[in-house]
């Protein structure tokens, strides 16, 4: 069988191959503990659960709109108004299978071939498949762990041509766990207020797990507004990974564009998930508050581990649930005849020596880190970074 040509612009995502090869240690019956898949280790909160059964109850198990149904687009209107200061009508408001699929919709609805994308790295392993398989050209701005991985308005500048498109990014960001700053979205601001044919994607999906003052949403700027689409979701703020619910808010010709393009490839969202969503939006927040703060003792215990590692360079992140530590000073090291000439090489050899999966910097755009994420119990935390030292100490 020949295959399409377009799967060669689509690269596997190395947090499933690691996860997978993980997985596949563990059934070997290894002590594999799994730092690298991206997904709250709570179960949903019962009181979503319990809406969800009661939507089984009253027979609302049908097809919904490929917009998405008009409580649940009620309840995501109320959201975004009531906790982010937007206001976005009914019609400007899609509801997809995840975030992942409203990033795709927002993607092949914008960009054409030959169109530039922004991508301020580090940035979320799918950005750039999505991207080449529209077509699209990536430019990657890199930052380093030295300006705690943000990308400065001036390098943005530097990087638009009369060909930009679209610029990509998430805060709280997926990997570093950084958080742009009031001060550093209005620099942004003032870059791409000049630039009018510049769409803004703003993929908010860990907004819930910020350890900041305040989220602040790119499109609350006045300025911009009418061109920003923002992406948000319910899995890792509810740990509700599996119930596959996200969504889109942005300009109505593009939520139409999304429509049409959503109904090609998978009509309306799971009608019980959206059920569920409502009362994640509008009901109790106490157990996110609660998960939020255990993420965050989490990140205090793992940065804490990791930067008594001799040659590891830690920040503290913001947000999300990931330190992404520089490991640039075992590069080029062995292990017997197993040299380490990338942080691929380096999470492979963690994986087989200190029976820790992590993910490579290299898939975020930034080959100099690796990913550790600390969803996980305190035990595994401390005991995992423990494994990884008395690896790392044998590289020579």
């Not at 097809?63 to 959201?79: D, E, N």
């Not at 500048?157 to 700053?181: H, Q, R, W, Y």
């Not at 804490?304 to 590069?331: M, Q, R, T, W």
Request: aromatic fraction near 8%; include cysteine; charged fraction near 25%.
């Amino acid at each position: 069988m020949e295959l399409s040509t377009r799967l060669d612009t689509v690269i596997e995502s190395q947090t499933l191959a690691m996860t997978k090869k993980a997985r596949e240690l563990k059934e070997k019956g290894h002590d594999v503990i799994n730092l690298s898949i991206g997904e709250p280790d709570f179960d949903t909160p019962l009181s979503i659960c319990d809406a969800a059964t009661v939507a089984m109850q009253q027979g609302d198990t049908h097809y919904t709109p490929v917009l998405g149904s008009l409580k649940f687009r009620q309840a995501i209107q109320s959201k975004l108004k009531r906790e982010n200061n937007l206001d976005f009508e009914l019609n400007q408001i899609i509801v997809s299978n995840g975030a992942k699929q409203s990033l795709f919709n927002a993607i092949m609805s914008i960009i054409n071939p030959g169109d530039e994308v922004i991508l301020p790295s580090p940035f979320w392993v799918s950005y750039p498949s999505m991207v080449k398989f529209a077509g699209g050209i990536c430019k990657e701005i890199r930052s380093s762990i030295e300006s705690d991985f943000k990308v400065s308005a001036q390098q943005i500048e530097a990087e638009i041509t009369d060909k930009t498109k679209m610029i990509i990014f998430s805060s709280p960001c997926n990997p570093s766990g950084s958080v742009l700053s009031l001060k550093e979205l209005q620099e942004w601001v003032s870059v791409l207020e000049k630039h009018p044919n510049i769409t803004i994607v703003s993929d908010e999906i860990y907004e819930k797990i910020n350890y900041t003052d305040k989220f602040i949403s790119i499109a609350s700027f006045p300025s911009i507004k009418d061109r920003v689409v923002v992406v948000n979701g319910l899995s890792k703020g509810f740990a509700m990974t599996g119930w596959r619910i996200g969504y889109l808010a942005g300009p109505i010709e593009l939520v139409k564009a999304c429509e049409k393009f959503q109904g090609l490839i998978s009509s309306g969202a799971n009608s019980i998930a959206q059920s569920a969503g409502c009362e994640a939006l509008n009901g109790d927040q106490s157990e996110v508050s609660r998960m939020r703060d255990i993420f965050e003792n989490r990140r205090n215990l793992m940065y804490e581990h990791l930067k008594n590692i001799p040659g590891i360079k830690v920040n503290v992140p913001e947000g999300a649930f990931y330190c992404f530590p520089d490991v640039s000073y075992y590069l080029n090291k062995s292990h017997n005849s197993y040299k380490i000439k990338n942080t691929e090489d380096l999470c492979i050899y963690l994986l087989e020596n200190a029976l820790v999966s992590t993910v490579s910097g290299d898939a975020f755009g930034s080959p100099e880190c690796i990913r550790l994420s600390y969803a996980t119990s305190e035990d595994l935390i401390v005991e995992s970074i423990k494994r990884i030292k008395t690896a790392l100490e044998q590289l020579k």
